[in-house]
């Protein structure tokens, strides 16, 4: 794959829409979009110009037959967003004027486009860094408006500022211990041992924090896990549904209807949260039924909050009490389903084992309360979710690994400090973990990282 090439592709879904873009990137986009694009009564085009927009028909120009009524923008180097030469051709948005449009500019020259090639151009051609390359994925995948904004930050460059901050600290005392090694800069006053320690100790407090507000900013991407548990026909997949608004579970008046956990994703809040709807706990005797209940257990550890199901219009059997023992309380908020039937649950025996826990009495097919309980939900995910402190960050695993790997390595120099070893070898401590936070901006990268981060792009991104 060369940088040489000119590329093309898609930048739009291929389906039928009000329009469908072609792009191309490249020294060659220009040339090729003057062979295939002709402007109404031959009317001049200005080819110097940028940012502009022209109106007019991609023809086939061996046969000079229309393929489609287009708007072409050109857009010149460097101020693009590949910092190449860029055409983007906005065609109707049908599969065939689309395709045409795009074989007739890899017929001129063009070549098609890998998934995030344009992106990884933006960032080959130093645009942008590569924390801030990963972002535009993040901005395309947003799920939430949170998890948009922070993608946003980070393309900004606020996971950039903080890297460069720890790299700022790790190169000036790396700066010193070169000094210190090399006697022609005897003229300098060098910082002692416990200052160069206390230095140290700041590196790895300012990498520390960056880990902490990582983990604790990835509830917004992730999702805390919500799985709704209780005894047989309570109403658990009515409530999932509910919550879904669409028939997502079977429901039926048999019990042990459910019997696979079913996991969906939904938005309270601004909160991600995984509605998890699983089998109903029950002593049950078929291998399948075993099998259900077994996962309902499972998730249940994996539980960030518990929605307890019960049925109000049952009195509480001894399958729902052998069930309220065995549940983490503080995670657990009690639902009291059916409130539209008369009600037959004693809900001071309820109190007696959730005593300080909220219960929330709905009707799951009549929609009755659902907003008071989405709210306690909200209240839940807010004390359940240890929310950073700062500016939220989403820091991949790649850029985790990374950050760890430059901890470890600036306390082997903070131990060589200790321990009065040769500054060259807490040099070289200090250059390994400086490479290993280049990574994360892009700055050390090999070919094999590069690939495994723009594959996940869709194509024309
Ligand atoms: N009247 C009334 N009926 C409900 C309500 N919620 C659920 N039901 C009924 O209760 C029965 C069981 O509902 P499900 O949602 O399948 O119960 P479940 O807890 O998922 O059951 P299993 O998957 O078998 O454990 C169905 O007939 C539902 O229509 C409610 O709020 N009011
Ligand atoms: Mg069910």
């Known amino acids: 794959m060369s940088l040489e090439d000119t590329i093309s592709t898609f930048s739009t ?29 031959g009317k001049k085009i200005d080819w110097t110009s940028s940012f502009r927009t022209h109106y007019g028909w991609i023809v086939d120009p061996e046969a000079e037959k229309p393929v489609d009524e287009v708007l072409l923008t050109l857009m010149r180097a460097p101020k693009t967003y590949t910092r190449e030469d860029i055409v983007e051709i906005n065609c109707h948005g049908g599969p065939i004027p689309l395709r045409k449009s795009l074989e007739l500019t890899l017929k001129f020259g063009a070549r098609l486009a890998e998934p995030g090639e344009f992106t990884k151009r933006a960032f080959l051609k130093g645009r942008i860094d590569l924390s801030q390359a990963e972002s535009v994925l993040d901005i395309v995948q947003a ?16 996971l950039s ?26 003229d300098i006053v060098l910082p002692t041992s416990q200052e160069k320690e206390s230095q140290l100790k700041q590196i790895l407090r300012m990498i520390d924090s960056l880990l902490e507000i990582g983990k604790t900013s990835r509830i917004y991407r992730q999702g805390l896990k919500t799985v709704i548990i209780g005894k047989s026909n309570v109403g ?51 291998q399948v039924e075993k099998e259900a209940v077994r996962r309902t257990r499972s998730k249940i550890e994996e539980a960030n909050i518990i929605l307890l199901v019960v049925d109000g219009s049952c009195p509480l059997g001894r399958e729902d009490e052998s069930i309220f023992r065995k549940i983490e309380k503080k995670k657990t908020l009690v ?47 807010l004390k359940e979710a240890t929310l950073p402190t700062s500016n939220p960050l989403i820091i991949t695993l790649r850029q985790q690994c990374a950050l760890e790997l430059t901890k470890q390595h600036v306390n082997r120099a903070l131990g060589g400090l200790r321990k009065k070893f040769s500054e060259e070898l807490i040099a070289l401590d200090l250059k390994e973990g400086i490479s290993r936070l280049g990574e994360i901006t892009g700055e050390v990268v090999t070919d094999e990282i590069l690939d495994q981060i723009f594959s996940h792009f869709c194509i024309g991104k």
């Open 13 to 41: 879904p291929v389906g039928e829409s009000g329009i469908g873009i072609v792009r191309m990137s490249g020294e060659r986009s220009f040339s090729i979009a003057k062979k295939i694009f002709r402007s109404p009564q």
């Open 143 to 158: 799920k939430t408006e949170k998890d948009l904004e922070i993608a946003v930050h980070q393309l900004k460059g606020d």
């Open 161 to 186: 500022g903080k890297i460069d901050g720890i790299k700022k600290k790790m190169v000036d005392l790396l700066s010193y211990l070169e000094a210190e090694i090399d006697f022609s800069y005897e």
């Open 236 to 286: 658990k997949s009515s409530l999932l549904n509910t919550l879904l608004q669409k028939e997502r579970a079977i429901v039926s008046r048999s019990p042990g209807t459910t019997r696979d956990t079913i996991e969906e994703m939904i938005i309270i809040k601004g909160f991600p949260l995984w509605i998890i709807d699983t089998a109903g706990l029950r002593e049950v005797e078929s």
């Open 335 to 381: 639902v009291i389903n059916k409130v539209d039937l008369p009600q037959k649950v004693d809900q001071e025996r309820i109190r007696y084992f959730f005593p300080c826990q909220q219960m929330v009495e709905i009707s799951a097919t009549q929609e009755i309360n659902l907003a008071q309980l989405k709210e306690e939900i909200a209240n839940f995910a």
